[in-house]
Nanobody, 119 residues
Framework: QVQLVESGGGLVQPGGSLRLSCAAS????????MAWYRQAPGNERELVAN???????YYVDSAKGRFTISRDNAKNMVYLQMNSLKPEDTAVYYC?????????????WGQGTQVTVSS
């Protein structure tokens, strides 16, 4: 079955950087839309970076200038480069993907990877 698996999370000091990866498995069909969400303790899950197609990118205001989403369509992977991290970036980060398969749209979520920004 199709799965999305995140990796790259961890503990980093304020001002540091992390690169998150999301790998798709179980299908040779490329995802059309891919995105990164995050959920901090006590907060709702929020959209951080979105690629509704390979040519369009959107960021939440708090991430602009610091985060970069990219994708490798050949490998069916999506990445989130996070620079100048702040304590408020602490959250579980989730990979999201949407694909068209057998004429139907399908949506998938990763299980999340923890990012902690703290001294």
């Amino acid at each position: 079955q199709v799965q999305l698996v995140e990796s790259g999370g961890g503990l980093v000091q304020p001002g540091g950087s992390l690169r998150l990866s999301c790998a798709a498995s179980g299908t040779s069909v490329s995802f059309y839309a891919m995105a990164w969400y995050r959920q901090a303790p006590g907060n709702e899950r929020e959209l951080v970076a979105n690629m509704p197609s390979s040519s369009r990118i959107y960021y939440v205001d708090s991430a602009k200038g610091r985060f970069t989403i990219s994708r490798d369509n050949a490998k069916n992977m999506v990445y989130l480069q996070m620079n100048s991290l702040k304590p408020e970036d602490t959250a579980v980060y989730y990979c999201y993907g949407r694909m068209l398969r057998a004429g139907k749209w399908e949506t998938y979520w990763g299980q999340g990877t923890q990012v902690t920004v703290s001294s």
